[in-house]
């Protein structure tokens, strides 16, 4: 709740970690939310200054960042809508409310940011600076000099042209791309354009925080070092 500003109840609810904003309307519904002593109804905004109770029971934003660096699997998807069985809010089951930076694709797995932050999802996701993202991609045939030079030149798909990037060959079948953008299933799109079919994909970098050895399906807190280069990259600090 950044400067104090009034936001929703249910969002308040769901940033403290208390529940989903859903399932917030539902309590503030049933009249089991009170604001300065006062029965809450839906949309109620409040302010850091106001006391909140759910049950009676005081609840506070302690205005904590929170950041996550989840290695994700292939199943999970980026999302918080709660009719999705696999979405990734469920998966970490985190003690707070927290939101993915950015998608990586149900398909794929690897590097993902969640933060109890909307202004710094939107800060990494607005900038006007070029947001890096490597991944290491798996092909179904030999990766050719020709195909990594078409992929790093810019190719034509979804109505436009991607930006310039960075390839490598890494192995047989197996190269290294950073790419600056995130179009609906890039990579793969890019490559079926050459017709190489994407066997699997793994984010390894987002900007300067890499996925290093946190194992498939966990995750950990991100380091003050790493918060801070977030934070300063979405013009935060």
Known sequence: MADGEPIRINKYLADCGVCSRRQADEMVAQGRVTVDGETAVTGTKVTPTQ?????????????????????????????????????????????????????????????LILTNRGDLVNGIMRSRYDHEKEYIVTVHRPVTQKFLDGMSAGVPILGTRTKPCVTEKLSKYRFRIVITEGLNRQIRRMCEHFDYVVTDLKRVRILDINLGDIPEGKWRQATKNEVYSLLKYAGLK
């Open 51 to 111: 006391e909140v109770r759910v049950d009676g029971k005081s609840i506070k934003d302690d205005g904590k960042t929170i950041v996550l660096l989840l290695n994700k699997p292939v199943g999970i998807v980026c999302t918080t809508a709660e009719d999705e069985k696999d979405n990734v809010v469920k998966f970490v089951n985190y003690k707070r409310r927290v939101y993915p930076v950015g998608r990586l694709d149900k398909d794929s797995r690897g590097l």
